[in-house]
């Protein structure tokens, strides 16, 4: 399971069973640690997860910063509660990807909010499953 995490939303995707694709999950809205972690643990019960990969926002450098950090932390939360690999992901991009896909398909500015951090975390898992597959060649 992928997560796209933010200030207010948690943005969640999963793979089918064969790990092939990523499709989208209703957006956590944030209210606080033990609500969202609360949240996170259903659906990682629920879609039996084994494997969270969880998007790491980089400076367009490659350079950490202040958000890195936060989530680290978070990370560091994710792993005192739940027994799983986590994977971080470079998530740069992620975001003005999911909106341009978004602005394509003509969704009204109200629905592309709904649904940009669901799909962000579709592309960052979707990303991680790729290179998992086809690493690159030295």
């Known amino acids: 399971m992928a997560l796209d995490v933010g200030s ?3 943005g969640l995707a999963v793979t ?10 209703k957006t956590i809205r944030r209210k606080n640690k033990r ?6 643990e259903e659906v990682i019960r629920s879609y039996g997860v084994v494997e969270l990969v969880v998007g790491l926002p980089l400076r367009m ?3 950490e910063g202040i958000q890195s950090g936060k ?3 978070f990370v560091t939360v994710l792993q005192s509660r739940f027994d799983l690999p986590i994977h971080l992901w470079d998530e740069r991009l992620t ?8 602005r394509e398909t003509e969704m009204s500015i109200k ?3 709904a649904v940009v951090d669901q799909l962000a ?10 290179a998992r597959h086809h690493p690159l060649e030295p």
Do not use: C, F, H
């Not at 089918?16 to 999950?25: F, K, R, S």
């Open 61 to 63: 450098s490659g350079a």
């Open 121 to 130: 975390a579709v592309l960052i898992l979707q990303n991680w499953m790729e």
């Open 95 to 102: 975001s003005v990807e999911a909106n341009r896909v978004l």
């Open 16 to 25: 089918d069973p064969l790990g092939y694709t990523a499709q989208g999950l």
């Open 8 to 10: 207010r939303t948690i």
């Open 111 to 113: 629905k592309r909010a």
């Open 35 to 40: 609500t969202d972690l609360a949240a996170l």
């Open 71 to 73: 989530m680290r932390e």
